[in-house]
């Protein structure tokens, strides 16, 4: 297969495109099931989450007379295509390497800050006053949060590059191999605080509830998405659910890639995903109330910007 | 009814509209008929907090002069098609505010409602009930 051809499969059908789409909305269905299920209820059938995208693809996209209408219909767009190319960067260990040509840990890194700042030019250009409040709190989060992230990025690569003997690799192909010959960075003391960094980034990321205020229907009326309805709002949907995946996986080729080859190393991953997602997403968000914005910015600033740092600071000093 | 009605019938998202009530009928929506004691949630329902993304419109309270052009604006805000559902004895008749000066209820002679519930509160199954036969009438205007 010629190498155009080969990455515009990466990108729209596997390990991106249909594939992510359709495990981004399983993990989301069985998020709401697992929720419903630990508050004892029955919960939505398992592709509730398809089904509100086909709804919402048949009704009426409605563009408020404020709003600037090219950026306020542009907008989703943006944020699933930059989510479906972060998906194709991402290996699922043993079974997927993404191309070198498509970019490494950092451009993944830029593209992980997508959505937010999509949410953020949503929300503005609606020209809704519940938007603009969708605004400043995502950026106040995404301030919280950008430099733990960076911090763990850097961290993970240059902990793999001295183990290789160069000084820092930012490939993630590399990243994974490396904790495949010589044991995952899960089980390795010195990798732990920026662990515990990862897990805090995780959740706020993913705009799930601790951190959910940028979208808060209770408060502010679900903020920059307020002013979207039928197919935009799918595509916001789609963006989400994307974004779950791609960040669950990015914790897993980060931390813990050991996987077989082959299909075996596929159902392993998936296995992952699902333990991860279970764990890291949905038990939290059933757990815990949201936190205030405020105190969420100084949570970042004080616990995981701490763990980063000295997660930092240990893997260059051993 | 083609296919994809079929399956978007499967997806009503309600949205509530506080018509001045006491909040006895809102506090049995949000915490019991629905999530997390009982479940409508497993008839495909999820509450929005916009009334653009709205199907089915949950009223309570009895329409009080000072919200009533608040509510007709919100209302006509959102997308056909809709149904309402009056939820409590407030919406339907004025209730225990029946005939009080400052209030211009009941909602039906603004709005128009196909589904009644009345209570004062109601018990979450009649919600439940309610929001089930909702259903049935916004399948046929899909």
Known sequence: MSEPLSLLLSVVI?????????????????????????????????????????????????????????????APLVGVVA???????VPIPGVYEPDPVLGDLLVLFYLLAVPGVVLMI?????????????????????????????????????????????????SLGEIVQYQRTHGAFLFDPIMWPTLLAFSAFLPANLGIIPFDMPEAETEVLEGPLLEYSGPTLGLFRMMSAVRTVVVLALG??????????GI??????????????????????VSVGR???DRAFIYFFRWPLAFAVVGLATVVIV | MGLLSRI?????????INAGSCNGCDVELATTALI??????????????????????????????RVKDKVLRLFEEIPDPKVTVAVGICPISGGVFRGSYSICGPVSKYIPIDVDVPGCPPRPQAIIEGIAKAIEVWKERL
């Open chain 1, 14 to 74: 596997f390990p991106s495109g249909l594939f992510v789409l359709a495990l981004g909305l399983a993990l989301k269905g069985v998020d709401r099931r697992v929720a419903a299920r630990l508050q004892r209820r029955v919960g939505p059938p398992l592709l509730q989450p398809a089904i509100d995208l086909v709804k919402l693809a048949q009704k009426r996209t409605f563009v408020p007379d404020v709003a600037c209408r090219p950026v306020f219909l542009a």
């Open chain 1, 83 to 89: 989510m479906l190319l972060a998906a194709a960067l």
């Open chain 1, 122 to 170: 949503a929300g503005s250009a609606s020209g809704s006053p519940f938007g603009a409040v969708g605004f400043s709190r995502e950026m106040m989060l995404m301030l919280g949060y950008e430099i733990p992230i960076v911090l763990v990025i850097v961290a993970v690569a240059l902990r793999t590059g001295q183990g290789q003997g160069a000084v820092i690799t930012f």
């Open chain 1, 252 to 261: 897993i080729c980060l931390f813990f890639p050991n996987a077989p080859a």
């Open chain 1, 264 to 285: 075996a190393g596929l159902a392993v991953w998936a296995v992952k995903l699902l333990v991860l997602a279970t764990a890291g997403v949905t038990v939290l968000r």
């Open chain 1, 291 to 293: 936190k205030r914005i």
């Open chain 2, 8 to 16: 978007s019938s499967r997806s009503p998202w309600l949205y509530r």
């Open chain 2, 36 to 65: 997390p004691r009982f479940d409508v949630e497993r008839l495909g329902c999820q509450y929005c907090g916009s009334p653009r993304h709205a199907d089915i419109v949950l009223i309570t309270g009895p329409l009080t002069v």
